[in-house]
């Protein structure tokens, strides 16, 4: 696990992808995991309201649901995120809940790959910044 921002050539890259988080003023914050030889990038937000997530603090914590796969080592900002020491403890104790729970939202997302015309798995792809990767989740 490594708290990384995501650089402006990734940004450039999927400028076009509505669903992947980008501030004007400041970047996301990200927590990067390798999970089945891909590298995974999961922003922190405030104000998740949803259950494919993991809560450090309030309604703020880390958003499944808006991870990006890491296909470009230049796809990471040479910069450093500060978050607040209390979260970082969080999820320095939970890095497995957190790897875990990522890996459950990634089998999720997989299997409404296969069910595309289940409403369940509609509201799982339309949401997601997983559908820009899909061919690196085959």
Do not use: W
């Not at 459950?104 to 997983?130: F, G, T």
């Amino acid at each position: 696990m490594t708290l990384r921002i995501l650089s402006e050539k990734f940004y450039d890259t999927y400028s076009h992808c509505k669903e992947i988080l980008k501030k004007e003023n400041r970047p996301y914050a990200c927590m990067t995991i390798e999970i089945d030889g891909l590298l995974f990038a999961i922003p922190f937000r405030h104000h998740i309201r949803h259950q494919y997530s993991f809560h450090t603090i309030g309604e703020a914590g880390l958003d499944y649901t808006k991870t990006v796969v890491i296909t470009d080592i230049t796809f990471l900002s040479d910069d450093k995120p500060s978050i607040e020491s209390n979260e970082f403890s969080i999820i320095k104790r939970d890095e497995q809940k957190i790897r875990y729970g990522l890996a459950k939202y990634i089998r999720q997302y997989k299997r409404a790959m296969k069910h595309r015309d289940n409403p369940r798995s509609e509201l799982i792809l339309k949401y997601s910044a997983l559908k820009y990767f899909e061919e690196y989740l085959q």
